[in-house]
Nanobody, 123 residues
């Protein structure tokens, strides 16, 4: 399975960005997907996850109401719409495939990872 995240960049506080992740090389439409980020000097943390159908989503408290995860199984693509960005959202964002079909905030459930995309938010 290959995952390629894109859409990162440098923005100002309050701006928006949309990340995309193209997934290929495997049957992932029956599996949950997620976005995970790693800020400088910090551990990776799950930002959001979405179940295999796109019917159920889960968000970390620190992004609730600001970020929206979605997927298009016909295009094999995962998205993360990020609004009202804050400097503390600065991190490398990774897309990942879970070993479960249900949403999960457990980092150890994600077994396939792509290269990350850097998001930098300045105040």
């Amino acid at each position: 399975v290959q995952l390629q995240a894109s859409g990162g960049g440098s923005v100002q506080s309050g701006d928006s960005l949309t990340l995309s992740c193209a997934v290929s090389g495997g049957t992932f439409s029956s599996l949950a997907l997620g976005w995970v980020r790693q800020a400088p000097g910090k551990e990776r943390e799950v930002v959001a996850s979405i179940d295999w159908r796109g019917a159920s989503t889960n968000y970390a408290d620190f992004v609730k109401g600001r970020f929206t995860i979605s997927r298009d199984n016909t295009r094999n693509t995962l998205y993360l719409q990020m609004d009202s960005l804050k400097p503390e959202d600065t991190a490398v964002y990774y897309c990942a495939v879970s070993r479960s079909s249900a949403v999960t905030s457990r980092l150890d459930y994600y077994r396939y990872w792509g290269r990350g995309t850097l998001v930098t938010v300045s105040s």
